[in-house]
């Protein structure tokens, strides 16, 4: 049952949670505050991405922990998030892409951990590539009367109570599941409002778009390497933006599959586990698409560190299968 089945395109964001809330008689509304908590970040986001001057681009000049050189806007939308999800209440620790440790927002009773890329496909930004935030939320596992723990950051992906993302693209949109369907959200700013606009969102069951970096092709396993010469036999097309959530959200709507398998530099691959591939993930099976590592479900790997790298391959679900088959031939 999907929870826009009932609800009219246009339909404000605000509505459409707090209708769901009402199909939900045991819920006591503080998952819908937190996704109300990140639709407010995404809005401030979005305008500081629109707002293309000497703050908000650039390199801060520092590295992350995963070694990469931290962009302003990466910071921006960082803190901007941490700010909504602490001052909201509902979260009780943060794992974020740019930030080495958990961070605790200080809402010890809270119930809820979010897990984030505050700003995906960040080296995009300053030549105007649309880019994007991942959020992967989850019910924490330790008691309620102390700061979140690491054993709540570290949950199967199965775990997931909601997921979702922002693409600031040509319009901001907020794409998310609570498990029961996938539904999109377009920002209309001059009202601040998100609307509902694409409901009930299915991925195809196959599709003619491929989505990797072919310039690590030669350090690809070879099932995959096979699986490329499929797609060029079969006449597809290579679309690769270099922003996952971009990739991803034109394979959500339209079929194809996107994969970034292990390379010498990254041998795990480059995409983290706990907030790029959960998450989007959960949004795959949620349409109907499906997301392995080349063999296996993503959601199932169990998470042993914050900044895990996995190998992903996702979207449409016979062509994840098919990669499936190349690899085990
Ligand atoms: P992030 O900007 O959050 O670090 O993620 C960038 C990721 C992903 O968005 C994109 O598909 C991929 O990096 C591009 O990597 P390559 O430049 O190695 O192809
Ligand atoms: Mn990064
Ligand atoms: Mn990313
Ligand atoms: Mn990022």
New binding site residues.
């Given amino acids: 049952m999907n929870d826009a089945l009932a609800l009219p395109v246009g339909t404000t964001l605000d509505r459409f949670i707090h209708r769901k809330q009402e199909d939900f008689p045991y819920a006591t509304g503080e998952l819908s505050q937190l996704l109300r908590d990140i639709a407010l970040a995404a809005k401030i986001v979005s305008r500081e991405i629109s707002r293309y001057d000497q703050n908000t681009t650039g390199a801060v000049g520092l590295q992350n922990v995963?070694g990469?050189q931290q962009q302003k806007m990466d910071m921006i939308a960082n803190i901007r998030f941490i700010r909504a999800l602490r001052n909201g209440g509902e979260v009780c620790a943060i794992v974020s892409?740019e930030e080495e440790d958990i961070i605790h927002t200080g809402n010890a009773h809270a119930k809820y951990i979010v897990a984030m890329?505050p700003?995906?496909?960040?080296?995009n930004l300053d030549v105007n590539i649309p880019v994007g935030t991942i959020f992967s939320v989850y019910r924490r596992v330790s008691t309620q009367q102390e700061q979140g723990t690491l054993a709540d950051c570290l949950q199967q992906g199965t775990q997931q109570v909601a997921a979702g993302y922002i693409l600031y693209g040509a319009s901001t949109m907020l794409v998310y599941t609570t498990g029961r369907g996938v539904n999109g959200f377009t920002y209309e700013p001059s009202l601040g409002e998100f609307f509902l606009s694409h409901p009930d969102i299915k991925i195809p069951a196959t599709g003619h778009d491929y989505s990797c970096?072919e310039a690590n092709v030669s350090f690809f396993p070879l099932g995959i390497q096979n699986y490329l010469a499929f797609c060029k036999a079969e006449k597809y097309s290579s679309r690769y933006i270099?922003?996952?959530?971009a990739?991803f959200h034109r394979n959500l709507l339209k079929g194809g599959i996107y994969f970034?398998p292990g390379t010498d530099k990254n041998p795990e691959g480059?995409?983290r586990l706990l907030y790029?591939c959960n998450p989007l993930a959960f949004l795959a099976e949620q349409a109907g698409g499906k997301a392995t590592d080349g063999v296996a479900r993503i959601l199932e790997k169990m998470p042993a560190q914050l900044h895990e790298r996995c190998p992903l391959v996702i979207g449409s679900a016979e062509m994840v299968d098919k990669v499936q088959k190349y690899m085990t031939l």
Avoid at 119 to 123: A, F, H, K
Avoid at 242 to 245: I, R
């Fill in positions: 995963q990469e892409e890329d700003l995906d496909g960040s080296s970096n270099g922003s996952l959530v990739d970034y480059k995409l790029e």
